[in-house]
Nanobody, 125 residues
Framework: QVQLVESGGGLVQAGGSLRLSCTAS????????VGWFRQAPGKEREFVAA????????YGADSVKGRFTISRDGAKNTVYLQMNNLKPEDTAIYYC??????????????????WGQGTQVTVSS
């Protein structure tokens, strides 16, 4: 089992930036990838981005491409989500998740088995 802890959320004005962190502990070697999802009020959880520990990256919604960047630091077992030019529609709870053992990186919830508690991101207009 992998444990995940997110940090870095907060309140920011539109156009601002935030960097989220997700630190993994436990059986981290069992998971090849870590992803970020977000869930806005009244909406379903949405895939944002994922990375393998070896650097393969995929992104989800077109709305974040070019503004969000996922990266990882294997030595720290930490995955980051750099979010620039934030918009009010980016307001959501952001969750990180660890992929199931032997799972290739994918953008669906079913590919992930361990989830963090989430961190709130609020973008004011």
């Amino acid at each position: 089992q992998v444990q995940l802890v997110e940090s870095g959320g907060g309140l920011v004005q539109a156009g601002g930036s935030l960097r989220l962190s997700c630190t993994a502990s436990g059986r981290t070697s069992s998971s090849r990838a870590v992803g970020w999802f977000r869930q806005a009020p009244g909406k379903e959880r949405e895939f944002v981005a994922a990375t393998t520990w070896t650097g393969t990256v995929i992104y989800g919604a077109d709305s974040v491409k070019g503004r969000f960047t996922i990266s990882r630091d294997g030595a720290k077992n930490t995955v980051y989500l750099q979010m620039n030019n934030l918009k009010p529609e980016d307001t959501a709870i952001y969750y990180c998740a660890a992929a199931k053992p032997m799972q290739v990186v994918a953008g669906t919830e079913s590919a992930f088995s361990s989830w963090g508690q989430g961190t709130q991101v609020t973008v004011s207009s």
